[in-house]
């Protein structure tokens, strides 16, 4: 299935379901949403179907209500196990302020004695969906159809507390038993919750013109435009109205931008997230209507054509071998190579993509190959014993360039090998890509090298909603400078982690990609190169989902190994050094 059938066979109403007018005093529509919690672990609502339900509570730090609620709420959580041993309920808090501190987030659950996940909702858009009010304010929530069953309140004192807890717990109790909610929700006791965005926008209505237009040229343009490999193009705001409930989806539940990386860890040059103000802004707008103003429409002005070569006439040009592509049905990796008979070593600076077919070419990644190394299957090409990962192209990423003062030695007896994948666009093509390769003759300050982290001994077993594997890098042998790191693996992939463990142990958590999308194989880019010392190793983590709340998972009843097809998966976390000479 291709990227657009997945998003068009997508049910109108799953999207509509997020419309806050929709929202009634017996059943409220909520919608999907995802959020990380205070140890930077993904949630998803609608990936909790397995569950039999999904209780959140609202709460904050150094406030009496949520400490009476959440003990309320472990009161309730332990009389129904008690009760139905076999029941499977999800337990979540919902962090109430916005742009929250996560250090202050995990000292407040620590002193409330609770490990459960404390979500964190900077932009508050989470909040203001489910019209969250106060603290205390508790949603039994179903996961598959992301509706609010029971919406009630904890956190009062004395009697009232316990008319509280008794009213939630009469509520789980019907859920569990597929009867409707019948119990009456108690009245929200709890401190009012403060909206800073939000009471920002009511004083200053949002403009199309000025606020949501640039902020989508600037964000998302890049990729969605005519035959690229977004599904539609944002070219004009009647575009942007019609899918304003997918955007709003996509958004909510951390689709899109693609390729997020978790804010609170690491100086990155990209995290892909929009900043808090613009997602509670976007939302914000969409929910009042996404009307336009003023008669200009940015999105509708004609954009210069884009260049081949930002950087200029490469010194070589690489042809990738053409590819014919199907108008339909999925097409597995590709192996190629191509051969660059260089006169002598040189020194490469920087790597541009001129892509033949934007709307197929999903990733292309560059190896440098020792180019008398026999090939005897095209897994040969790839093979680390004898090509080096350089770079890989990904949509809105035109350009790699190395860090300056910082160079990639190819040598002579290199040539390039590729591993392309591509996606179907509906008609057929044949895709001529080009690579420009960008030499310096001076040599440079730092050496640009690749630590290739691989588990090839992954066995993911059927079902597993949570498998976890690790591998670990020997201790290098000299100083280097961590530049940037590109983890790659197929659809099972849910997160990577990777973790400097220094030569006095100590541990410093280096990425956290807590919702990896095999869709979006991304570089991710240090502002200041990292130091670490001679003897630092380095740990890797990626964690799959095998099961079947999994939905880019192609069959959760099989076992999955190690292979390059993307039926199978990998483990390979590409980490960019600068080595100085």
């Given at each position: 299935?291709?990227?657009?059938?997945r998003?068009?066979?997508?049910?109108?109403?799953?999207?509509?379901?997020?419309?806050?007018?929709?929202?009634t005093?017996?059943?409220?529509?909520?919608?999907?949403?995802a959020?990380l919690?205070q140890h930077g672990?993904?949630?998803?609502l609608s990936?909790?179907?397995?569950?039999?339900t999904v209780?959140?509570m609202?709460?904050?730090?150094?406030?009496p209500?949520?400490?009476r609620?959440?003990t309320?709420?472990?009161?309730?959580?332990?009389?129904?196990?008690?009760?139905?041993p076999?029941?499977?309920?999800a337990?979540l808090?919902?962090?109430?302020g916005?742009?929250?501190?996560?250090?202050r987030?995990?000292?407040?659950?620590?002193a409330m004695?609770?490990?459960?996940?404390v979500?964190?909702?900077?932009?508050?858009?989470?909040?203001?969906?489910?019209q969250?009010?106060?603290?205390?304010?508790?949603y039994?929530l179903?996961?598959a159809s992301?509706?609010?069953?029971f919406r009630?309140a904890?956190g009062?004192?004395?009697d009232?507390?316990?008319?509280?807890a008794?009213a939630?717990?009469?509520a789980?109790?019907e859920?569990?038993?597929d009867?409707?909610?019948?119990?009456?929700?108690?009245?929200?006791?709890?401190p009012?919750?403060?909206?800073?965005?939000?009471?920002q926008?009511?004083?200053r209505p949002?403009?199309?013109?000025?606020?949501?237009?640039?902020m989508?040229?600037r964000?998302?343009?890049?990729?969605?435009v005519e035959?690229?490999?977004a599904p539609?193009a944002?070219?004009?705001?009647?575009?942007?109205?019609?899918?304003?409930?997918?955007?709003r989806?996509?958004?909510m539940?951390?689709r899109?931008?693609?390729?997020?990386?978790?804010?609170y860890?690491g100086n990155?040059?990209?995290?892909?997230?929009?900043?808090?103000?613009?997602?509670?802004?976007?939302?914000?707008?969409i929910d009042?209507g996404?009307?336009?103003d003023?008669?200009v429409?940015?999105?509708?002005e004609?954009?210069p054509?884009?260049?081949?070569?930002?950087?200029?006439?490469?010194?070589l040009?690489?042809?990738v071998?053409?590819q014919?592509?199907?108008?339909?049905?999925?097409v597995d990796?590709?192996?190629?190579s191509a051969?660059?008979?260089l006169?002598?070593d040189?020194?490469?600076r920087?790597v541009?993509?001129?892509?033949g077919?934007k709307?197929?070419l999903h990733?292309?990644?560059?190896?440098?190959?020792?180019?008398?190394?026999p090939?005897s299957s095209?897994?040969d090409?790839?093979d680390?014993a004898?090509?080096?990962y350089v770079?890989i192209?990904?949509?809105?990423?035109?350009v790699?360039?190395?860090?300056?003062?910082?160079a990639?030695?190819l040598?002579?007896?290199r040539?390039?090998?590729?591993?392309?994948r591509?996606?179907?666009?509906?008609?057929e093509?044949?895709d001529r890509?080009?690579?420009?390769?960008y030499?310096?003759?001076?040599?440079?300050v730092n050496?640009v090298?690749?630590?290739?982290?691989?588990n090839?001994?992954?066995s993911?077993?059927a079902?597993?909603a949570?498998h976890r594997?690790i591998?670990?890098?020997e201790p290098l042998?000299?100083?280097?400078?961590?530049?940037?790191?590109?983890?790659h693996?197929?659809?099972?992939?849910?997160?990577?982690?990777l973790?400097?463990?220094?030569?006095?142990?100590?541990r410093q958590?280096?990425a956290?990609?807590?919702?990896?999308?095999?869709?979006w194989?991304l570089?991710?880019?240090?502002?200041?190169?990292?130091?670490?010392?001679?003897?630092?190793?380095?740990?890797?983590?990626t964690?799959?989902?095998?099961?079947?709340?999994?939905?880019l998972?192609a069959d959760p009843?099989?076992?999955v190994e190690?292979?390059v097809?993307?039926q199978?998966e990998?483990?390979?976390h590409?980490?960019?050094?600068?080595?100085?000479?």
């Amino acid at each position: 299935m291709t990227m657009i059938d997945r998003i068009t066979r997508m049910p109108l109403i799953f999207v509509l379901a997020f419309v806050s007018t929709m929202l009634t005093d017996s059943v409220l529509a909520s919608g999907d949403f995802a959020l990380l919690d205070q140890h930077g672990r993904f949630h998803q609502l609608s990936r909790y179907a397995g569950h039999d339900t999904v209780v959140t509570m609202v709460v904050a730090d150094d406030d009496p209500t949520s400490l009476r609620a959440l003990t309320a709420l472990q009161q309730v959580q332990q009389s129904l196990h008690q009760q139905n041993p076999d029941a499977d309920i999800a337990y979540l808090l919902l962090y109430a302020g916005a742009n929250p501190e996560r250090a202050r987030v995990q000292a407040m659950a620590e002193a409330m004695g609770t490990d459960l996940p404390v979500l964190l909702d900077a932009a508050q858009i989470v909040l203001a969906t489910l019209q969250a009010g106060h603290l205390g304010d508790v949603y039994v929530l179903d996961p598959a159809s992301q509706d609010v069953l029971f919406r009630s309140a904890l956190g009062a004192e004395g009697d009232a507390g316990a008319a509280q807890a008794e009213a939630l717990q009469q509520a789980l109790a019907e859920v569990l038993a597929d009867n409707a909610v019948t119990v009456a929700a108690s009245a929200a006791t709890g401190p009012a919750i403060d909206f800073p965005y939000q009471r920002q926008w009511q004083t200053r209505p949002v403009s199309y013109q000025q606020d949501i237009a640039p902020m989508l040229q600037r964000r998302c343009a890049h990729c969605h435009v005519e035959e690229g490999l977004a599904p539609w193009a944002m070219n004009r705001h009647l575009m942007i109205l019609g899918w304003s409930p997918m955007i709003r989806e996509v958004v909510m539940t951390r689709r899109m931008p693609p390729g997020q990386i978790d804010g609170y860890v690491g100086n990155w040059q990209q995290t892909h997230e929009l900043p808090p103000e613009e997602l509670a802004m976007l939302i914000h707008w969409i929910d009042q209507g996404a009307a336009q103003d003023g008669d200009v429409d940015p999105l509708a002005e004609t954009a210069p054509d884009a260049e081949a070569w930002p950087l200029g006439e490469p010194d070589l040009i690489v042809e990738v071998p053409a590819q014919q592509l199907p108008a339909t049905g999925i097409v597995d990796f590709l192996l190629e190579s191509a051969e660059l008979s260089l006169p002598e070593d040189k020194w490469l600076r920087a790597v541009a993509y001129d892509v033949g077919d934007k709307s197929v070419l999903h990733s292309l990644m560059i190896y440098a190959r020792e180019a008398s190394a026999p090939v005897s299957s095209e897994t040969d090409l790839i093979d680390p014993a004898v090509s080096e990962y350089v770079s890989i192209f990904v949509p809105g990423e035109q350009v790699d360039a190395f860090p300056e003062g910082a160079a990639f030695r190819l040598a002579a007896n290199r040539d390039l090998a590729f591993k392309i994948r591509y996606l179907t666009s509906g008609r057929e093509t044949v895709d001529r890509t080009r690579i420009g390769l960008y030499f310096q003759d001076q040599a440079p300050v730092n050496v640009v090298e690749t630590l290739v982290i691989a588990n090839e001994t992954i066995s993911i077993p059927a079902g597993a909603a949570e498998h976890r594997e690790i591998a670990r890098s020997e201790p290098l042998a000299s100083a280097v400078y961590l530049s940037s790191l590109s983890p790659h693996a197929h659809g099972r992939a849910q997160s990577m982690q990777l973790t400097a463990i220094y030569p006095d142990g100590e541990r410093q958590l280096i990425a956290n990609v807590a919702n990896y999308n095999f869709n979006w194989q991304l570089t991710y880019r240090l502002q200041q190169p990292l130091l670490l010392p001679a003897g630092t190793r380095l740990e890797a983590e990626t964690v799959y989902d095998n099961s079947l709340a999994n939905p880019l998972n192609a069959d959760p009843e099989v076992r999955v190994e190690w292979g390059v097809s993307d039926q199978d998966e990998m483990f390979n976390h590409y980490v960019r050094f600068l080595r100085p000479r």
